[in-house]
Nanobody
Framework: QLQASGGGSVQPGGSLRLSCAAP????????MGWYRQAPGKQRNLVAD???????DYVDSVKGRFTISRDNAKKTVYLQMNGLKPEDTGVYYC?????????????WGQGTLVTVSS
């Protein structure tokens, strides 16, 4: 359902832009998020954006990362600037919404980001 791309290897201070296309869902009504799973660690939220455009970031990426969405293209982006080695990990995109108590939840396949000198 979700197709993530844009990962790669960069040096500290570099930039990458991740994209996640979600052609198979009613994209505009979903909260879209990016999660990171560092080696040997659990998957954690990096940033998300609601259907109404409200945005949250984990403290460690504030001022460096920007999440955005294009509802017409059914795509969410994560612009990552000032990358640090601790940003290394597999980045997953997620889409979710609630209908009553039922959660509709979709994940992309992950894209690897490596920050190293």
């Amino acid at each position: 359902q979700l197709q993530a791309s844009g990962g790669g290897s960069v040096q500290p201070g570099g930039s990458l832009r991740l994209s996640c296309a979600a052609p198979g869902i009613m994209f505009s009504i979903y909260t879209m998020g990016w999660y990171r799973q560092a080696p040997g660690k659990q998957r954690n939220l990096v940033a998300d954006i609601t259907s109404g455009g409200s945005i949250d970031y984990v403290d460690s990426v504030k001022g460096r990362f920007t999440i955005s969405r294009d509802n017409a293209k059914k795509t969410v982006y994560l612009q990552m600037n000032g990358l640090k080695p601790e940003d290394t990990g597999v980045y997953y995109c997620n889409a979710y919404r609630f209908v009553g108590r039922e959660k509709y939840d979709y994940w992309g396949q992950g894209t690897l980001v490596t920050v190293s000198s």
